[in-house]
């Protein structure tokens, strides 16, 4: 025998467990169906708490595996997390040639094409890629001493395609300037001229060479590279680790299609 009490009890029960059903549904709809899809599927598993552990899903249809990352509710499922790397760049072709007093001579006699890197110093010489270009070439010699020298490239829109050239005291200097122009969430240690600098340079730069002494006082240094698409090339002449002695540059820049 059950009794009228225990019936309407055992009814609310039920009404109760179907309002939290359509609720829950209600809920689901209101997502993406992909946020939707992906926390049902996080709800069979135990979710790893610490900042920075992963989850791995794999499809039971497809065999396909999602990395995700723990803090999901922060990140909008990843959404604001994802980073895209700068591409790795191609290798540049480099080369040197023997008549550096004919080259100096020559571009001695030619408008913004010698300049003086001065003791603790780093230029920057800034070439945008060119529409009627598919790759950059350069050519440099010094006087007397060597000088290091550098090649990165700034993934970001041209809107002018002239050449500047920027004057840095140091590479400290350097890294100041570039964390005014772009907010970094961690700073990349500077690079070593001697060792050569593994790019002090980050985020959206691109390393085609890294900065070396090179010996421009016995040869001209000269090199191409082939676009990888729109943006700057930066032409390091590093000469911070000279105390004592400036250096005369001779260079000629252009781009070939």
């Known amino acids: 025998m059950v009794s009228p009490g225990s019936k309407d009890a055992t009814e609310d ?25 992906v926390l049902n599927k996080m709800a069979k598993y135990q979710v790893p708490k610490r900042s920075g552990d992963i989850i791995m899903i794999q499809s039971e249809h497809t065999g396909t595996i999602d990395v995700l990352s723990s ?29 550096v007093k004919e ?5 001695g006699k030619e408008k913004n094409s010698r300049l003086v890197v001065k003791r603790g110093e780093v230029v920057t010489i800034r070439v945008p890629t060119h529409p009627e270009g598919k790759r950059v070439c350069w050519e440099f010699a010094t006087d007397d001493y060597d000088i290091g020298f550098g090649v990165y490239f700034d993934w970001t829109p041209v809107t002018s395609t002239d050449i500047t050239v920027q004057v840095s005291e140091s590479s400290e200097d350097e890294e100041e300037e570039e964390d005014d ?5 961690e700073p990349v240690p500077v ?21 070396y002494r090179r010996d421009s006082h016995r040869d001209v240094q000269a090199g ?32 070939t299609s």
């Not at 029960?13 to 899809?37: F, M, S």
């Not at 191409?224 to 698409?229: A, C, E, K, N, V």
Request: net charge negative.
């Open 181 to 185: 122009e772009e907010e970094i969430e």
């Open 103 to 107: 080259f100096k001579s020559k571009l």
């Open 13 to 37: 029960i039920r009404k109760a467990a179907g309002t939290l059903e359509n609720q829950a549904l209600v809920e689901q709809d209101l997502l993406p169906a992909d946020q939707a899809q």
């Open 224 to 255: 191409s590279h082939d676009y990888p698409g729109e943006g700057i090339y930066l032409l390091k002449f590093d000469n911070s680790y000279s105390l004592l002695r400036n250096k005369t540059l001779y260079f000629h820049i252009y781009y």
């Open 71 to 99: 803090d999901l509710e922060s990140a909008d499922l990843l959404g604001d997390h994802r980073k895209v790397s700068p591409p790795l760049m191609a290798p540049p072709c480099i080369w040197t040639f023997a008549k």
């Open 191 to 211: 690079g070593d001229v001697e060792r050569g600098s593994r790019s002090s340079l980050r985020g959206r730069y691109g390393e085609v060479m890294p900065v």
